[in-house]
C-alpha cells in the first residue's frame, strides 16, 4: 500500500513563509517523479512544482523564483518550500507521485489528501 499524507498547511500573512512536506510510504518503492499542485476556490488544480528523478524541477510561472522543490531520499520526505506568499497562493496543495515497484507492470500516480494554505492579513 503506498499513501502519500502533506503537512505543513497553515494561515500566513502575505509575504510569509511556509514549508510543505510530502510522506511517501510504502515498502520497496521507486519514486519516478514528484510534484505539487494546488487548487484555488472555482479553479482548476494547477501544476505548482515538479522534478523528476534525476532531473531538475520545473515550477509553474506563478511560483518560479518563490517556491522550491526538493526531496530528502534517506526520510522518503519531498517538501515544498513557499515564500514571498501571496493572497494569490491561497489554496490546498496536494502532492502528487509517479511511484513503481519491480511487481508492478508499469508506474502509478498517487494523490495526497491536501493541505490548506490561506494567505491573508
Known amino acids: 500500500q503506498v499513501q502519500l499524507v502533506e503537512s505543513g498547511g497553515g494561515l500566513v500573512q502575505p509575504g510569509g513563509s511556509l514549508r510543505l512536506s510530502c510522506v511517501v510510504s510504502?515498502?520497496?518503492?521507486?519514486?519516478?517523479?514528484v510534484a505539487w499542485y494546488r487548487q484555488a476556490p472555482g479553479k482548476e488544480r494547477e501544476l505548482v512544482a515538479r522534478?523528476?528523478?534525476?532531473?531538475?524541477?520545473d515550477y509553474g510561472s506563478s511560483v518560479k523564483g518563490r517556491f522550491t522543490i526538493s526531496q530528502d531520499n534517506a526520510k522518503n520526505t519531498v517538501y515544498l518550500q513557499m515564500d514571498s506568499l501571496q493572497p494569490e497562493d491561497t489554496g490546498v496543495y496536494y502532492c502528487h507521485a509517479l511511484v513503481y515497484k519491480t511487481t508492478w507492470l508499469s508506474p502509478t500516480a498517487f494523490w495526497g489528501q491536501g493541505t490548506q494554505v490561506t494567505v491573508s492579513s
Open positions: 510504502g515498502s520497496d518503492l521507486r519514486v519516478n517523479l
Open positions: 522534478r523528476v528523478s534525476g532531473g531538475s524541477p
